[in-house]
């Protein structure tokens, strides 16, 4: 069948998406790049905020309207939002045919078949959620090793010059335990479960055989990442995904005479046994029990990105706890004195939320001041959407008028922008090696003095005609992103590492010349 996938939210679904268009594909069927071509239209939705969620309801609003049109189209809810709303969401949106939680992606292509000869199925056949489903009941191995060969079988197959396919996801943890009061993620993707430690090493190798070059390891709390040997077996005696420990793990050593894999181990293993491999990074670290050893393999390791998303949430003592985050400010601060004095050059980067449940001014104050003193690379800012069956939609008030989230979340991005200026500017007149991965064309020379320098000291390449001329765009290993006159081999760049000297910088990127 003709199939079109739209992904809303994070890196997961991004992921996500990627396998479920391998597994598809490998079934016979064909991706349509436009909904209209389509005979089966898949969303891979996320609940985080409620902002996502509407975007989705109006595409539903107009599939809808194709199938009152009389037109033969299978429509399918996957991921977060799925699994949320469960099956509530048939009878607001009646056409939907099916639903697919976010843990369940390996039953895809047989509720798209049950869908496909909807008249006979029940519609119990076209649901898989983990919430209302068996699956869960069953032991963790036999439920997770299907979602698990779903990640293994992935298929494959970087273009040429093409950096996205240069640049690859590789999810090490599922789910979340944390359950922060305002987020729907462990309510949605369900329990922490680790993958075994060879699956990861295996895939990463699998990748980079195919011309990757860049691997993003993927999990909430990455660097809470611990897998006990010998503990979970499948039926055949190999390592099976694992339940992931509590919290109460991290604050003791490792039990006597269990092997384990910790995050440290892993990003070393990767590092040592994939030696092509140019970058290594990770994504989301959670601030809490981010330990030394973490940060002594990213120095001694010289194709770790050192870059760190660490999310703060917030700058209040009071609000972190209402929050249920786990830890105090000041061990936030701890936390960023130890990466600064271990490593020097890495990057910083979060997520705070303005306007969460009882957030006063002075609350708010405390998280500017947070802002100010910690030289964050950028902090991506959310105005606090409370979320049904979350502990803050159901115990706390969500009383910040949207007004005031408004103002503070504007207050604080232009404190932000001011913040990564700074961090930006230290970083001219370095040499840094750059991702090469996109070509735009600006209309207008660039507005930095800097920027005209570099056009004019680059002078063989922009195609400066009429004012526009092109630019070639790369990112730092701290993930900040440089762009620099392209040359007219541009195309034959993207997807490579170049050297790029840094001539000037802005709030939101560094200008530089291709080394
Ligand atoms: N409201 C606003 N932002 C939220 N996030 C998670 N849940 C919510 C919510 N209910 C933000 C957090 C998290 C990021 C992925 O989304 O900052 O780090
Ligand atoms: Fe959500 Fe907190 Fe888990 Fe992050 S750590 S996914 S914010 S519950």
Redesign the pocket.
């Known amino acids: 069948m003709r199939v079109y996938l739209e992904t809303f939210g ?1 890196q997961m679904n991004e992921l996500d998406s990627e396998l479920v268009r391998g597994q598809l594909q490998s079934l016979g069927h064909e991706f349509v790049p436009h909904p209209d071509d389509a005979e089966v239209v898949l969303f891979n939705t996320c609940s ?2 409620e902002h996502a969620e509407q975007k989705v309801y109006s595409r539903l609003g107009l599939a809808g309207v194709r199938k009152k049109q009389g037109e033969q189209l299978i429509v399918g809810v996957i991921g977060c939002m799925a699994e949320r709303d469960g099956v509530d969401l048939f009878k607001r949106y009646p056409q939907v045919d099916l639903m697919c939680g976010p843990g369940e992606l390996d039953r895809l292509p047989l509720l798209i078949d049950n869908a496909a000869r909807a008249e006979a199925a029940d519609r119990s056949e076209r649901v898989a959620l983990a919430g209302n489903k068996s699956r869960r009941s069953a032991t963790l191995e036999a439920a997770e090793d299907n979602l698990e060969m779903l990640d293994l079988s992935r298929a494959f197959e970087p273009v040429a010059n093409d950096a996205r396919s240069r640049s690859a996801y590789v999810r090490i943890t599922r789910g979340c335990n944390k359950f ?1 009061t ?4 462990p309510h949605t993707r369900g329990a922490e479960v680790h993958r075994p430690p060879s699956h990861v090493v295996d895939e990463c190798k699998r990748l980079v055989d195919a011309g990757v070059i860049e691997i993003t390891l993927l999990g909430q709390t990455i660097n809470h990442y611990r897998y006990a040997h010998g503990m979970a077996l499948t039926v055949d005696g190999n390592e099976a995904p694992q339940v992931g420990p509590g919290l109460a793990a991290f604050r003791k050593p490792v039990a006597p005479g269990v092997r384990t894999t910790t995050f440290a181990d892993l990003l070393h293993r990767i590092h040592e046994e994939v030696p092509a491999l140019q970058r290594l990074r990770f994504v ?1 670290s959670y601030p809490r029990d981010f330990g030394n050893d973490i940060l002594e393999v990213m120095r001694d390791s010289p194709r770790i990105c050192q870059y760190l998303h660490a ?1 703060a ?1 917030s700058g209040s003592d009071r609000m972190l706890k209402a929050m249920n985050r786990g830890y105090t400010v000041s061990e936030y601060l701890d936390f960023v004195d130890r990466v600064t004095t271990t490593l020097p050059d890495c990057t910083i980067g979060g ?3 303005v306007g969460f449940c009882g957030e006063t001014d002075e609350d708010f104050e405390q998280t500017c001041e947070l802002v100010q003193r910690v030289p964050f690379k950028n902090n ?1 800012i ?6 049904p069956g ?1 502990v ?1 939609f159901d115990r706390l008030t969500d009383d910040v008028p949207d007004e005031v989230k408004r103002a503070r979340n504007n207050t604080l991005l232009a404190l932000q922008s001011r913040v990564s200026a700074r961090v930006h500017e230290q970083w001219v007149g370095r040499t840094v090696p750059v991702f090469l991965e996109d070509l735009r064309e600006r209309s207008a020379p660039a507005s930095t003095a800097n920027g005209r320098v570099a056009l004019s000291v680059a002078g063989m390449s922009t195609s400066e005609t009429n004012s526009t001329f092109r630019q070639i765009i790369g990112r730092s290993p701290g993930d900040l992103i440089v762009a620099m006159p392209a040359p007219e081999n541009a195309v034959e760049l993207l997807g490579t590492v170049r050297s790029a000297r840094i001539v000037g910088s802005r709030p939101l990127l560094l200008d530089g010349l291709l080394a």
């Open positions: 994070c985080v905020r922060c305002y987020c729907v993620v989301t999310p949430q997520d705070i939320i991506f959310f105005k606090y959407s409370p979320r979350t803050a």
